[in-house]
């Protein structure tokens, strides 16, 4: 270690709270208050209303940005009350990034929002910013991350914000103080930067202001009571407001108000430390500030302040530290521009990977070491927007990265509270992901490797291990967890793929083809030529019942209502036509109805259809009964010759059509069986107890000896299902597309008589025209296939994107959904698939490349000759 800062380190004073910490920090100190004009916030302890449309709880860049969008699109009585001081909390002492890059697609829409937003903020408000945009690299050291950033970069020729793959030459032009023997390439954000958090936040409360919101503090709320009508009663010791709806922004203290409407938030405050350095004469000497350097493998961020450096690392998930005792007793009261005890000792091989990269570091003094509290949901993405089983209770909470998320994510919920519907969708964030599986002890499991994780390697179908299994993992766990490797599903675990003698087993990442390939196709052609079965109890599943409940789903769905003892396939849509959800709906009994959806959808629907019971007050019961019920899926030529040994029930094809449901026993096990199969091939969903889980899988494998029965996983069914054409919701639709577009027709019934929620708008959509349309292509490549959001290009231009793909094990090439114009969506159109930084020549083909069972079965008797 350098002599200078290791002499540093030992002099550093590491007190425990400070109330300015930065006193050498950018030209706008963070956190301070000097930042803004106009000198310091004035407090305003007074409610001044005891009415308002929106409650927003919490004054932190969040908050204050939501009470702005609110205010600015013209909605009158917004209130945002905050406990201690805008700012407090989190904003204040945070390092400020601003980046365009995100591997989630539309989660770089909101990156790309807000820095917009704050290159305009100082002139509309008045407030200085600032805002510094020198750009940012994140650096590849290893040819993993190289294949990593190429990857990425498949990913950003459809979004509009810039991004390059740059060499080492290009790198070491932009920052020139690297140690380039450690650089293979460079992730390039020209637009990237930092700000900072103090000013942003005031120019956003300037801006609120000045549009009509009520900003009030220090004012905290000591209740929230729900009253019948949906509305709220803030309480504050100033008195009380009686709300429409109120928007958790709290930051750390989420959980706290979380508790007071009987929910426990998954979040926990992780101490983040970064160090600030006085001036280096090699960076006061440069000519343009450094762009900001996002070191992969040494898991920091580094970036110019006044004439020094700012770095800060993330720790190991061993070496990391919560501030668990938050969690179990509460935020300590007064707690607001506080820091935590710094411990350098846990970072200190960041710093030497640091000075190995940027060698000037080693010869620099440390002038600031802060150590603050961040919030992290278990998966590290933030808990943006309204909350299942609690009416108009909306959060915005979990923010590990607040400061380039707060002004997107204010735009984002204030359209979605305006206008009934996300604007976009941004699933990965929503609440409901998490539910009661998720416990403190999880939460903190996973905190812990998300920020470990931080800047591990991004690979397809990405596995994390820790605080798994769950209590929720699913009956099979036990019996299969030894002969598979298992997907975590909403607190589920799921077999992806199962293991054979011979094979390399384990989770083994890869951007290319890798150890599950070959046996994937294996259990393909299980279920093409035998019979497999496959644990489906991840599902969502609800009963619907009561006077109404026709009434209701045709309402609700955009297909008819299956009749008695039948299944169809129907969409939930928003108001402006967007596919909301997906679900199976089965009529069990006269006007009692089992609604089925993915596992990551469970309360995502729930909640939507909750929401449309209440608004047309309709008498309907609906009971969650996910977790009562497994699920197994029995496909293939062989499946009903497997099933019939085990039932005196006829499964003929004359007595048990294609999508008819029934009750019947299996083994003296009772299941209501679903012909229905996601493989497109002969087979059955078969809903039952969960504790009848083990023995009626048993009772099928032992059945299903001479037939060669065999299980598979969710990797052959994804082959399966593309090979069908079968569309999949969060891919081929969501509330980006509409379903038109995503081409289910077949599924939307505009003339059915009642007035379906969307029906309206998809009339206009149909005649106005279509601008883009979701095609199958084909695509001959190496050893790697197409995954979903890959860039599609026509004569040099990026023209759309894939939305999911996988290698077809029947055509020996990959396969891929993707959308493209109008005009280049004809069978046989040429086009080309960017991977790993190589465009693939591609043809849009007719689908489905497999014919499905029930439609080859009609061909067959008709006298064709169906393709398989």
Known sequence: MGTLLRAALRRLPTPRRHRCPLPAAAPRPLGCGAGTQGGKENPSPSLRKDKADTVIIGGGCVGVSLAYHLAKAGLKDVILLEKSELTAGSTWHAAGLTTYFHPGINLKKIHAYSIKLYEKLEEETGQAVGFHQPGSIRIA???????????????????????????????????????????????????????????????????????????????????????????????????????????????????????????????????????????????????????????????????????????????????????????????????????????????????????????????????????????????????????????????????GYGIIHAGGIGKYLSDWILEGEPPFDLIELDPNRYGKWTTTEYTAAKARESYGFNN????????????????????????????????????????????????????????????????????????????????????????????????????????????????????????????????????????????????????????????????????????????????????????????????????????????????????????TAIRISYTGELGWELYHRKEDSVALYSAIMEAGQKEGIDNFGTYALNALRLEKGFRAWGAEMNCDTNPLEAGLEYFVKLNKPADFIGKQTLKQIKEKGLKRRLVYLTLQTDDVDPEGNESVWHNGKVIGNTTSGSFSYSAQRSLAFAYVPIELSKVGQKLEVELLGKNYSATVIQEPLVLTEPTRMRLQRKGESPKI
């Not at 080693?362 to 299942?388: F, R």
């Not at 799921?494 to 599950?516: A, C, L, M, V």
């Not at 070959?518 to 052609?525: Q, T």
């Open 141 to 399: 050291s290893t040819p993993t991350r190289v294949d990593e950033f190429k990857y990425q970069m498949t990913r950003a020729g459809w979004h509009p914000t810039e991004q390059y793959l740059i060499t080492p030459e290009k790198v070491q032009e932009l920052f020139p103080l690297l140690n380039m023997d450690m650089v293979l390439a460079g992730l390039y954000n020209p637009g990237d930067g930092h700000i900072d958090p103090y000013s942003l936040t005031m120019a956003l409360a300037a801006g609120a202001r000045k549009y009509g919101a009520q900003l009030n503090y220090p004012v905290q709320v000591t209740n929230l009571n729900p009253r019948s009508d949906g509305t709220w009663e803030v309480e504050t010791p100033l008195g009380v407001i009686q709300a429409k709806r109120i928007v958790n922004t709290a930051g750390f203290w989420a959980r706290e108000i979380g508790k007071m409407v009987g929910l426990e938030h998954p979040l926990i405050p992780v101490h983040h430390q970064y160090v600030v350095t006085s001036t280096i004469p090699e960076v006061k000497a440069l000519r343009r500030e450094l762009p900001v350097i996002r070191d992969l493998e040494g898991s920091y961020y580094l970036r110019q302040e006044r004439d020094g450096l700012l770095f800060g690392p993330y720790e190991s998930e061993k070496k990391m530290k919560l501030q668990d005792s938050w969690v179990t007793n509460g935020v300590p009261p007064g707690f607001g521009k506080e820091l935590f005890e710094s411990d350098l000792d846990r970072i200190m091989e960041h710093i030497e990977a640091a000075m190995e990269m940027v060698p000037v570091l080693k010869q620099a003094n440390i002038i600031n070491t802060i150590a603050g509290p961040i919030t992290y949901s278990p998966d590290i993405l933030p808990m943006v927007g309204p909350h299942q089983g609690v009416r108009n209770y909306w959060v915005a909470i979990g923010f």
């Open 456 to 671: 591990i390697v991004g690979y397809p179908k990405e596995e994390r291990f820790a605080g798994r299994p769950t209590e929720r993992a699913g009956a099979l766990y036990d019996l299969l967890r030894s002969k598979c490797s298992m997907g975590f599903h909403a607190g589920w675990e799921q077999p992806h793929w199962f293991y054979k003698p011979g094979d390399e087993i384990g989770y083994k990442p890869s951007f290319r083809r890798t150890n599950w390939f070959d046996p994937v196709g294996r259990e393909y052609k299980q279920v093409m030529e035998k019979v497999g079965v496959i644990d489906l109890s991840p599902f969502g599943k609800f009963k619907v019942k009561g006077t109404d409940s026709v009434k209701l789903l045709d309402h609700l769905f955009a297909n008819v209502v299956p009749k008695v003892g039948t299944t169809n396939i129907s969409h939930m849509l928003t108001p402006r036509g967007k596919v909301y959800a997906e679900l199976t709906v089965s009529q069990l009994y006269p006007g009692e109805f089992m609604l089925v959806t993915g596992s990551g959808s469970e309360l995502h629907d729930l909640r939507w259809i909750e929401e449309e019971i209440v608004r047309g007050g309709y008498k309907v019961e609906i009971e969650n009964v996910t977790d009562e019920m497994g699920v197994l899926g029995v496909a293939g030529p062989y499946a009903r010759q497997v099933l019939q040994k085990l039932t005196a029930e006829d499964l003929s094809d004359v007595s048990f059509k294609f999508l008819q449901s029934k009750h019947l026993k299996l083994s003296d096990i009772a299941v």
